[in-house]
Structure formats: C-alpha cells, structure tokens
C-alpha cells in the first residue's frame, strides 16, 4: 500500500507544480506536496444506463461535459454495479461486499409502518422514512477515507437508513450530509424538505404525493397544468449548491465527497428552458398523465433528456469551479450509475436505446442480472494526470472500497473487491476470477444469479423455484444475450456453479434470503 502511496502523492505533486510553474513557487510546492494526496469525487447517477452518455453511444441527450471528462481520461466498458437496484448497489459500494455477502441485498421499503409511500405522511411522521438500515459500526469506504485523514461527504441521495436509525450518512463516516435520507421522498424532485446533517431543512414547495394526478378538467396538453408539480426549490439545484459550498470551503484539504443525484430517476422533472430545448429537438409528443407511482409529465421524453443534460452541465460548473480553486489537476472524478435503466409508462429507455448497445427491453435492464441491469458507464478522470484510455478491465462496485484505500494510502478493510489504481496509473492490473451477484425475490421477479467469468457470463432466472438450469452467454461477441452456449461448455458452468457456492452466505434478513437449489 505504501508503494501506491508513494505513486500517487509524486503524480499529485507534478500536477501541482504543472500548475504553479508560473508563479515560480515549486520550493512552496514540494512542501505541500510531501504528503499530497488527490481529493476524491464519486458522481453517481440514479438509474442511468450504459448507454445514455454520448462517450457511450447515446445519439438524442447531448453530454458534452461527461463526454469530456471521458476523452481526457479513462472511459471503462466492463464495469459493472453492485446490483441491480438501488439499496443493495449502494451498500456494495459503501462496503466493498458483493450481494452474496452484502447486508442489504435488496430494496426493503419496511412496509409494516404504515403509509410509507406518502410523502404528505413522511412529512409529519419521520419513522416512515428510510429503507432497511446497515448494522450500526459498519466499516464504509467514508469511515476509510475519514480515518484516512479525508474531509468527507455525501451530498444526494442516501437509502441505507432512516433519520432514526444508525445507518445515516453522519453515522457511517461522512462528515456532512446533505440530501435525501429516503429513497422513497427522493422520487420528489420539489421535496417538503431536505436533511442538512441529521436535520430537516423545509422547502416551501407545495405538498404533493407520489401519484398525484391532473385537477379534474385540466388540459393534459397545455403546460400550465402541470405547474402543480412544481415549486420554489429543485431538489438538484439545492443539492449542488451544497456541493460547491462543500468544495470551496475543502480547497485546502484533501477531501472525498460522494454527490449521489436523483437523475434520471422518474418522477420526470427538469427546468422549463432545458425542457424547450428537447421539445425543439424531438418535436411535440404525447404527455403522460395516467397511472401509478409518479406524477404526470407533458414532454416525457425531452424531460428524460433535459434531466441528464443539465445534470452534464451541472458537472461542467463543478470542473471549472475546481480550476478556478486550483484542485482540477489534483483530484479524481469518478462517473457511474447506480443500475441500469428504468422501464415505467413515464421513461422511454427504448426510444432513447438507454442500454445500448445491451437490451433496452422491459426486463432486461433495472431490476434484472442482465447486462442492460447491471453493466455501467464508468468514467475516471485526474485532470491531466492520466493518459486517455478506454478500458475493457473487468470490475465492479465492490473495488471501489479497495481503490480508495490504494488512493489514501491506508490498508483496505476486507472486501470482495480489487482496487484499480493500477488501472487508472496505467500499470499493471491484477485481475478478478470472477464477479458475482445475487439478487433475491423482487415484485415479479423469482430470484437471480450470475457470474462473468473472462468472456463467459452465467445467468440463472426463477432461483427461488428451485431453477437450476444456467444460462451461458459468450458476452464479449454476444452482449445481448441472445445465444445461450451452456450445452456446449459444460465445464464452463461447471466453474460458476463453483463460484456461486464459494460466494453465497445465506442473509439473515427474511426479504433477502435466496435458498438456491445446486445441479
């Protein structure tokens, strides 16, 4: 570790003195430098898929500031989430722990308090909020980097925790959190409030319920009534507004901030004018204003679109105002998604290809073990620090824990991961025997397993039905799965089901149980 140390404080220095050079201040410079370490920025997108960054294939949304991180450093294309929704993903990455091993291994919403899909209810009632919590002392990639000696943040959506529990963002190393603590009220893009630590900060934003639908008489296809659904305070302005405070008030610090943003996650909502800018681009279209879950949207597939970009230029002020602060050359960008692409009468992922070049079809992307579900953009970016590089290293969100270890210079907890700094210095990479996920019983969905082995990915459906049939797909020449090879590499399955009983602890926790039945 030591050695990793060494190599990242000298490569963080030269781009110091790179940029200092004019002032003649290199003797101020070495001294700083003798300790330096590069700051740390995890973006993470809410339900974006691999394919809706331009860097990535995707034609319609304009990424201009992704893209450009992306051209200047190293743009992965086997990375992969920790699963394919949510919560579990995130404690993947918080831990370190793949989903045979994770705490949380699925979304649980702890439906037996009450009405904890309403808003209006959370609002009053602070018990409601929050999904099943982490164990109190868990060791997390922010307590590492505190230790570490990092200043650390999380600003965004948590969902490991209610504000009651002790598995908040300020219980589990960061010290400052700015954001969501429920995933459920994140879907509210003009919340009742927002928690500043383990405080609640109101909006005045009109109450409003996931849901709500058009008054009674009111035209589906003039703008006005929508207005309903709006208000004062956009959940993504407020949030980075707190992330440039954060920087700024860090420029002499190292620091490690997690932004964990809502988009694109439905319901669909963006500011008027980048709205228009779609609506010009794609023309009129029909609005939704039907069914369950969210609320209505006049311009559905230009929102999508106006959300991600706007979040691409949101990124394209943080990268200036790191210029401006003197720490663009000396701190890490990490870019991903939590898990695939949605698919609900509000998102169009198959208009957009949002999956691409994987299946954009309904099952085949966010809560499924297909590619489309779990393989993620993922973009790392060190200023001028790195060679531009597209990467086909095969890895996931469990080596997140052990890279920023290697970054900090500190011995890595236990995990299932492997770091990637070697990756990111251009050196040489050890690689993974292979990945593996979990992913129990799910609304409709009767349990998964799979495991990417080199160019094999094995898939087995319906495990909680004794299912023992697993499929095999060659994913480097077919990524969409289409062409099942199992009969003709029986020693190839043989080696995941292998994988599977030397991954897979039985959880505790009765909603993420998997009793898998072997061949």
Same mark, same amino acid.
């Given at each position: ?7 990242v404080?000298a490569?963080?220095?030269?781009a110091?003195?790179t940029?200092?050079?004019e ?7 070495a ?6 370490r590069p700051?740390v ?6 339900d974006? *898929?691999?394919?809706?960054? *331009? ?7 304009e ?37 045979g ?10 439906l037996?308090?009450?009405?904890v ?12 909020e929050?999904?099943a919590?982490?164990?109190? *002392? ?14 650390t943040?999380?600003i965004?959506k948590?969902?490991? /925790?209610?504000?009651?529990?002790k ?5 589990m190393g960061f ?17 009742p409030?927002?928690?500043? *630590? ?6 005045v ?10 008054? %009674?008489g ?6 006005a009534?929508?207005? %309903? ?6 959940s993504?302005?407020?949030i ?35 709205v228009a800018?779609y ?8 609005p ?8 209505p ?29 003197g720490?663009?050359?000396n ?6 998604s939590?898990? /695939? ?10 208009w957009?290809?949002?999956a691409?070049?994987?299946?954009s ?7 499924s ?10 973009i ?5 620090r ?9 890895g ?5 824990m ?19 700094l070697?990756?990111?210095?251009? %050196?040489k990479q050890?690689?993974?025997?292979y ?16 495991v ?7 898939l ?10 697993m499929?095999?797909?060659?994913i480097?020449n077919?990524?969409?799965?289409e ?17 599977v %009983?030397q ?9 993420f ?7």
């Amino acid at each position: 570790m030591c050695d990793s140390r060494v190599v990242v404080a000298a490569m963080a220095c030269a781009a110091v003195t790179t940029a200092t050079a004019e002032a003649s201040n290199g003797d101020k410079c070495a001294k700083k430098c003798d300790n330096q370490r590069p700051n740390v920025i995890f973006i993470l997108l809410d339900d974006a *898929g691999y394919g809706d960054f *331009g860097c990535y294939g995707q034609t319609k949304i304009e990424t201009p500031n992704i893209d450009a991180l992306a051209a200047r450093g190293i743009r992965f294309t086997d990375m992969y989430a920790g699963a394919p929704v949510s919560a579990p993903s995130r404690c993947t990455l918080m831990t370190g722990l793949h989903s045979g091993h994770a705490q949380i291994r699925s979304n649980d919403e702890m439906l037996s308090r009450g009405d904890v899909w309403s808003i209006d209810a959370m609002r009053t009632n602070p018990e409601l909020e929050g999904q099943a919590p982490m164990a109190a *002392g868990t060791t997390t990639v922010a307590t590492v980097m505190r230790d570490a000696g990092y200043r650390t943040a999380m600003i965004g959506k948590w969902g490991l /925790g209610g504000p009651n529990s002790k598995s908040t963002p300020i219980d589990m190393g960061f010290d400052y959190f700015y954001g969501y603590l429920c995933q459920r009220m994140a879907q509210c893009y003009y919340p009742p409030f927002l928690y500043n *630590g383990l405080e609640r900060e109101y909006t005045v934003n009109p109450r409003m319920n996931l849901g709500d639908k058009l008054d %009674k008489g009111a035209d589906p296809y003039d703008t006005a009534s929508y207005k %309903k659904f709006t208000g004062p305070t956009y959940s993504p302005d407020a949030i980075y507004e707190r992330i440039e405070q954060f920087v700024s008030s860090s420029a002499d610090e190292e620091f490690f901030l997690m932004w964990t943003t809502t988009i694109p996650h439905s319901a669909l909502s963006a500011p008027d004018e980048w709205v228009a800018k779609y609506v010009e681009k794609f023309g009129d279209e029909e609005p939704v204003y039907t069914g369950k879950g969210y609320f209505p949207a006049r311009y559905p597939k230009a929102t999508y679109a106006a959300m991600i970009s706007y979040l691409d230029f949101q990124i394209g002020k943080l990268v200036e105002l790191l210029k401006a602060k003197g720490l663009y050359d000396n701190t890490i960008i990490m870019v991903t998604s939590d898990n /695939g692409p949605t698919h609900n009468s509000y998102t169009n992922t198959n208009w957009f290809d949002c999956a691409h070049p994987f299946r954009s079809d309904r099952g085949w992307t966010k809560r499924s073990l297909h590619e489309g579900g779990i393989r993620m953009p993922f973009i790392v970016s060190w200023g001028d620090r790195i060679a531009p590089t597209v990467s086909d290293h095969i890895g996931y969100f469990p080596d997140i824990m052990p890279t920023l270890c290697d970054i900090a210079g500190v011995k890595s907890p236990k995990s299932d991961g492997i770091s990637i700094l070697p990756t990111i210095l251009g %050196k040489k990479q050890k690689e993974h025997k292979y990945l593996y996920w979990e992913f129990p019983p799910f609304k409709k969905e009767r349990g998964w397993l799979s495991v990417r082995m080199g160019q094999w990915k094995g898939l087995v459906t319906d495990v909680a039905d004794g299912n023992t049939t697993m499929q095999l797909f060659d994913i480097v020449n077919d990524p969409r799965e289409e062409r099942d090879l199992a009969a003709e590499n029986p020693q190839v399955v043989k080696a995941m089901w292998q994988a599977v %009983k030397q991954s897979h602890t039985e959880s505790e926790h009765p909603l993420f149980k998997l009793e898998i039945t072997y061949p």
